[in-house]
DNA sequence: AATTCAACCAACCGCCGCTAC
DNA sequence: AGTAGCGGCGGTTGGTTGAAT
């Protein structure tokens, strides 16, 4: 029985292999069916021999001129990776390496572009080196770039927008590379890492069993976060679809990447510390890591996936990082208008994902509106937390001393002097829990499920409320196919309200 | 000594873009 | 304009090797 894949693989190989059917069945010159498999010194010789004579290209001619029972493109590849006599052997030298993470950086995984960089080294070689080294440093828990090349990357994004422009699409130009254009929004610089720096809460969020999809988008989101490598448009659903296996056989969001990392939504202005950590045993990078924490991870875990990347996330490395499509539908949730986000919407229009509440977006966010923005959201918040006491007080699910210690948690986390306006990833996360319901860091209890009904008088305060990641987060997750359902039946009581608030304000 | 596992490497597969017809 | 062939690229797989247990 022939399934349409094996057809279609007939097809493809009948059309890649072209040359083989006509000298196997047209000339039929004896040679047999095409061989496959590991070369022979022999067969090496007669390839080689053949170039010599007839040069590169024309590669579906060998078989027919050499009597090599190889298809064109296993010659070309044979040629490439291992004949070629400008080829360089050996390891990679700790400039190749270098080079190969700067580069990657920069443009993701375009391997022979990279490897018209490294002149000797094939875009296979490459490949083969990142990828080990992504399975080395996601085994570690190590995010895979090093913070000075973080640093580089993330000050040729703020140039580029500080120009007011985002550099979208490929780099035509490979000197372009080396003036630091990204497809990345400098939001993924933003993330958790930051956070993780200053929030001494933020652990947390690593802290989150290994597995979960926390962590995988906690994976995901490079702790130093620089870019997402170039997916074709034709694979980039694909990847999208896949970033999100199940994971740990529980749990499976469906949600591309970012979709929760985003949350750790920046809250600080301060310069980003872009102090990730790094493959320490990279020799390249001698310095110790100024940020490490524990549990971070590299660009992409789980199977990066891919991630990608595509790389599911539970077995098989995605190198690619998915869309941005929930980085721009969440995250810029607490992204003024304004903000450069927007105009990354031409990155990859192709993963932008269309029905995500975009009226969100409207909702400006304290933390990057300003001071002013920023006192007023705190008195919000004071406000609420009132009002969350007094009606946590009457909940019978509550003792008056948990609500009192929750609110007092509540204040503390609103007054923390290192970030009174922020949410920390991990504190979004915590508020999740399903132990307490208590939100240490919520500013209005609102997003809490067993006061989500209590929310019912729409206006300012309601948006507020539904500005809080919590409450974003909460609807992300809603997405989900089930997964944190608990915390789900309680937001999407918050969700539905928030839009009817939204609704009501519009 | 046997087994397991990770790292490395080579090769294949499928898709895409370009070009010639 | 449509199609087929070709070359190239990126993802994936499978085999080998060596270290660890």
């Known amino acids: 029985m022939v ?41 090496d010789a007669i390839l080689v021999d053949y170039v010599n004579k ?58 022979a572009r990279m490897a018209a960089e490294l002149p ?24 895979i770039y090093p913070p000075e090349v ?41 993330n958790l890492e930051r956070n993780r720096g200053v929030f001494p809460y933020s652990t947390s969020l690593v802290d989150i069993p290994a597995g979960t999809i926390l962590k995988q988008n906690a994976d995901a989101t490079p702790s130093c976060p620089l870019m997402f490598p170039t997916i074709h448009p034709s694979k980039r659903l694909r990847d999208s679809e896949t970033f999100f296996p199940v994971v740990d056989g529980s749990v499976n969001c469906g949600l591309p990447a970012f979709s929760q990392l985003d949350f750790a939504y920046e809250t600080i202005s301060e310069p980003i510390g872009l102090s990730a950590p790094y493959d320490s045993g990279f020799n390249t990078y001698e310095q110790p890591p100024l940020d490490v924490l524990p549990g971070s991870h590299a660009l992409l875990n789980g199977s990066l996936p891919s991630s990608s990347s595509s790389v599911p996330l539970s077995g098989a490395m995605k190198l690619e990082l998915p869309s941005l499509q929930f980085l721009e539908t969440r995250q810029d949730s607490w992204v003024t208008p304004a903000s450069p986000l927007a105009s990354l919407e031409s990155v990859d229009t192709l993963i932008h994902s269309p029905p995500t509440e975009p009226r969100r977006s409207e909702y400006l966010s304290p933390r990057s509106n300003g001071l002013l923005e920023a006192v007023l959201y705190e008195s919000q918040t004071l406000k609420n937390l009132k009002r969350c006491s007094s009606q946590q007080a009457s909940d019978a699910l509550e003792t008056p001393g948990d609500v009192a210690d929750a609110c007092a948690t509540r204040w503390e986390m ?28 919520e500013p209005g209890c609102v997003a809490k499920p067993e006061t989500a009904n209590q929310v019912s008088t729409p206006g300012f305060e309601d948006k507020m409320d539904m500005m809080r990641p919590d409450v974003l987060l909460g609807s992300c997750w809603s997405l989900g196919n089930g997964c944190f359902s608990e915390q789900v039946t309680g937001t999407e009581t918050v969700e539905a309200e928030a839009l009817a608030c939204e609704d009501t304000s519009n």
């Not at 399934?3 to 010159?29: A, F, H, I, P, Y």
């Not at 500080?162 to 590379?177: C, F, R, S, W």
């Open 54 to 111: 007839h040069g590169e290209g024309n590669w579906n001619a060998v078989q027919k001129h050499s009597g090599l029972s190889r298809c064109g493109k296993s010659c070309r590849l044979r040629w490439a990776n291992h004949l070629r006599p400008d080829l360089k052997k050996g390891a990679f030298t700790s400039e190749e390496e270098r080079q190969i993470i700067e580069l990657h950086a920069k443009i993701g995984n375009k391997w």
């Open 150 to 190: 973080c640093l580089q990357v993330f000050n040729g994004i703020h140039e580029i927008h500080n120009m007011g422009t985002v550099q979208t699409g490929e780099i035509a130009d490979p000197n372009l590379i080396q003036q630091d254009h990204f497809e990345i929004p400098e939001v993924q610089f933003k």
């Open 120 to 143: 000797g080294r094939t875009d296979n070689e490459i490949k083969n080196y990142w990828n080990t080294r992504i399975k080395r440093l996601q085994r570690a828990g190590l995010p």
């Open 3 to 43: 399934t349409g894949s094996e057809d279609k693989r007939r097809t493809k190989c009948r059309q890649d292999s072209l040359v083989e059917d006509d000298s196997n069945g047209g000339t039929l010159d004896g040679n047999g069916p095409l061989k496959k498999g590991p070369w022979t010194s022999a067969e």
């Open 414 to 441: 609103h007054t923390d002097p290192i970030s009174p306006l922020s949410h920390s990833a991990a504190s979004v996360f915590s508020e999740y829990t399903p132990i307490t319901g208590s939100s240490p860091d």
